[in-house]
């Protein structure tokens, strides 16, 4: 059976890059979505947003980490 995860050729979390210059630019960009999520949130439920801000800060992590081990 194959699995359905995506291969990448480069250092990924999630599918997305390790690599600092794209790294950063995609976490602001979570961080932006998740804000415009939260403010056009009509339900007074952030659950979306929230599981959005935690992607980014798990993102951040293994964008931080994989930048200390290499020396980035």
Not at 14 to 25: Q, Y
Not at 56 to 66: F, G, I, N, P
Request: charge should be negative; glycine fraction near 4%; proline fraction near 3%.
């Amino acid at each position: 059976m194959e699995s359905l995860e995506a291969k990448t050729e480069f250092p990924a979390f999630k599918g997305l890059t390790l690599e600092p210059e794209t790294a950063f630019r995609q976490i602001a960009a979570l961080i932006e979505a998740g804000l415009i999520i939260s403010v056009t949130d009509t339900n007074d439920k952030s659950d979306l947003s929230d599981c959005v801000f935690i992607l980014a800060r798990q993102y951040a992590e293994a964008a931080h980490d994989y930048a200390m081990e290499n020396g980035k």
